[in-house]
């Protein structure tokens, strides 16, 4: 049998095409099965890339949505020098405008060798999109945060700021850290020859998650108003420093919180750590006469004295356990009202000694004296309040008027907020709730009263005593606001230096409006002032008004005396 | 003879025809299945485009949101007012009129004066006719 021409070519032709399948196939299980691996891991480190995500720092808002902390997209302008090294000079030229930097700095950068420089961090998207267009050889971007805060100086000891590695170190930023952070996300993505991704080949990834955004409760346009009053005060009277704060008594909502000296919150370094302080919640000091409304309202609701009952004050010299007690001015015998109105020290260490020690230690720490108020803020101190045990002979005279005793302006405010809400004790409440990039709340903080410090009825008893505080003759008429009905106490305080009593004073002022069912309540403190008197009354009453008669005005709280004119009007 | 190459020649036309079928669904699937992945890329692509965009829109959102925030600061507000001589400010107590709500009793009391002021004039014109 002998093969046709036609047999011997298909022959031919398909041994040549088994042949060639088979050298493929051979190629092929090579490729695939026995370097697989090796071939893959190449193909990844060629085109293969992790990239890693950080999400964005939450943002930090106050009780009306207005923006006091966010997180801004920018650029860090990098450099590969050995590719920009050959055209530095003209780089830098077109740089320099661009980045705010010196031609001969960035020629020095883009020389310096290596393959990698950071030109400049923190550059704005708009001049990164400037520099983009020049392409330039060399020059690349990574991505990256800076914190911005908007309102600059306003709420700066509350907001707080954060460290380079964007976490926080003060303030709310540092308080509520753990909400505020961004957490990071990956993807492995895939490049093609031009370096773009290549969409439909990423992997696998988890998303970066943004941080929540945390409300306040403090109030921007109330923050101004303190602010505005407490540098104008600092302005006439010149103290060391300054504070005040405004709070709801019924909910202890923290309306304002400043404090002086300050800085600006996108410059914190260049300030002296002393500027960064909050005085509110890290200084203590001794209270002077703003702690007797504690004494005094502890012996109202023991039932120990009335409002008519009436003390000997010596003629302002009281001689106790060998040591002579002083009032400002000499008086005689005053009720316990008067006590309040002309604070006498006198008379209200003879309250505290009818009420005897146990008793007016019991009411120091039950007005929260002694221990920190739980403020949702980082540095506050606890204050001193010595224990009973540690009590001289002397002490239940020196602490009815504010000695031996150190407290912050902010746990003297929430006692005096205690005795015009009824006697309850609230737990200062900074941060009004978080949210989640939707708006949706993560958290709501609600008020917490924290004890029934006095009853209701000790409550009003004050209340009507402190009235008198503002009225012609009391130590803070300066104090009272025009067509409001105010309840309030001055304090000077003797400053104490290398444990000397020297002539130096915190002048301060306490009160709240409406003083029969109180909105608002205000603290004023003034580290020694040295222009324009001491005296609390003189000093911090004045401030008082006009925060009060502001912040009154924007709340829209009505007045209760209404002018006569206004009233023939209506 | 005749009758047998009749019998290839349709062997041969079958078999064409199978084949070239066989073929064209080949190169249908292999079109498929590249025109399938090209359009994978292409939506891929678009994706990246429009993350991208978002991003982009999303850090310009916080930049001008940083930017309004700063505008509507009161510090802000107070300079500009300044700069422009507006001499805007919250009113004093003092340049405030504050209405009380009118009450029942009040309600009242004011008919009575309309009344008695009416009936006064009223009285005052008939005298007036009679003289």
Same mark, same amino acid.
């Given at each position: ?570 | ?40 890329? #292409?939506? @891929?692509?678009?994706? =990246?485009?429009? +993350?991208? *965009?978002? /991003? ?35 009113? #004093?107590? @003092?340049?405030?009129? =504050?209405?009380? +709500?009118? *009450?029942? /009793? ?26």
């Amino acid at each position: 049998m002998t093969l046709s021409n036609l047999q011997i070519r298909a022959a031919v032709v398909v041994s040549g095409l088994s042949l060639g399948f088979s050298v493929l196939a051979v190629r092929l299980v090579q490729l695939h099965v026995l370097r697989h691996e090796e071939l893959r891991a190449e193909v990844a480190r060629v085109h293969g890339q992790v990239v890693h995500r950080q999400g964005r720092r939450g943002d930090i808002r106050d009780c009306r949505g207005n923006l006091l902390a966010n997180s801004l997209s920018t650029h860090i302008v990098t450099a590969d020098p050995q590719v920009a090294a050959p055209q530095a000079v003209t780089i830098a030229q077109q740089l320099a405008p661009l980045l705010g930097m010196s031609e001969s700095e960035l020629v020095l950068k883009l020389t310096r060798g290596g393959r990698y420089v950071r030109l400049k961090p923190k550059v704005d998207i708009e001049t990164a999109q400037k520099i983009r267009a020049l392409k330039l050889k060399g020059i690349g971007f990574e991505d990256q945060f800076a914190r911005s805060y908007p309102t600059g100086v306003l709420a700066a000891h509350v907001v707080g700021f954060v460290n380079a590695e964007h976490h926080g170190v003060q303030g709310i930023e540092a308080a509520m850290d753990d909400y505020l952070q961004g957490h990071a996300g990956y993807e492995v993505i895939e490049r093609d020859r031009k370096g773009r991704e290549i969409r439909a080949w990423r992997t696998e990834g988890i998303s970066p998650r943004d941080g929540y955004h945390v409300v306040l409760t403090i109030d921007q346009v109330i923050q101004h108003i303190a602010e505005t009053e407490l540098d104008k005060a600092m302005a006439a009277h010149r103290p060391r420093g300054g504070v005040i704060i405004v709070t709801r008594p019924k909910t202890g909502e923290i309306l304002a919180m400043s404090s002086r000296p300050t800085f600006d919150l996108n410059r914190p370094g260049n300030c002296s750590p002393d500027a960064r302080r909050n005085r509110c919640i890290s200084d203590v000091a001794e209270p002077g006469s703003t702690f007797k409304i504690a004494v005094v309202a502890g012996a109202l609701n023991e039932g120990v004295v009335s409002l008519d009952d009436r003390f000997d004050c010596e003629n302002g010299a009281f001689v106790y356990a060998g040591r002579v007690l002083h009032d400002a001015h000499p008086y005689g015998v005053l009720s316990v009202i008067e006590i309040l109105f002309h604070s006498s020290n006198i008379g209200a260490s003879k309250v505290a000694l009818r009420m005897g020690a146990p008793r007016v230690y019991k009411y120091v720490r039950s007005f929260g004296f002694g221990r920190k108020t739980g403020v949702a803020l980082p540095g506050e101190v606890s204050g001193i309040a010595h224990p009973l045990s540690k009590w001289t002979k002397l002490s239940i005279t020196r602490i009815p008027m504010g000695h031996e005793i150190a407290v912050t302006p902010l746990q003297m405010l929430m006692a005096m907020n205690a005795v015009g809400n009824g006697g309850r004790l609230m737990r200062p409440l900074m941060v009004k709730e978080v949210l989640d990039g939707d708006g949706a709340p993560v958290a709501q903080y609600r008020p917490q009263a924290v004890a029934q410090v006095i009853q209701p009825r000790a409550s009003i008893l004050m209340t009507s005593a402190l009235r008198k505080v503002v009225e012609p003759g009391g130590t803070a008429p300066k104090a009272a606001v025009k067509g409001y009905d105010v309840a309030g106490k001055t304090g000077t305080a003797q400053k104490i230096e290398n444990g000397q009593y020297v002539n130096r004073y915190y002048s301060s002022f306490i009160g709240y409006l409406p003083a029969g069912d109180p909105e608002i309540s205000i603290l004023v403190s003034l580290d020694d002032p040295t222009v324009g008197g001491y005296y609390g009354g003189t000093v911090a009453g004045p401030v008082f008004r006009e925060v009060a008669e502001k912040v009154a005005q924007y709340l829209g709280i009505p007045p209760q005396q209404l002018e006569p004119e206004a009233a023939s009007i209506s | 003879m005749l009758q047998r190459n009749r019998k290839r020649a349709s062997l041969h036309t079958g078999v064409i025809a199978r084949s070239l079928l066989a073929c064209l669904y080949v190169a249908a699937v292999g079109v498929g299945f590249i025109w399938y992945k090209n359009q994978i890329h #292409r939506l @891929g692509d678009e994706i =990246r485009k429009h +993350e991208a *965009t978002l /991003a982009a829109m999303e850090k310009r959102n916080a930049m001008l949101a940083a930017q309004l925030a700063q505008l509507k600061s009161p510090a802000y507000l107070e300079a500009r007012c300044r700069e422009y001589g507006l001499e805007l400010a919250a009113p #004093r107590a @003092g340049q405030m009129v =504050r209405v009380v +709500e009118p *009450t029942a /009793a009040w309600e009242a009391q004011l008919v009575r004066t309309i009344w008695s002021e009416r009936s006064a004039a009223g009285a005052q014109r008939n005298l007036m006719v009679q003289q």
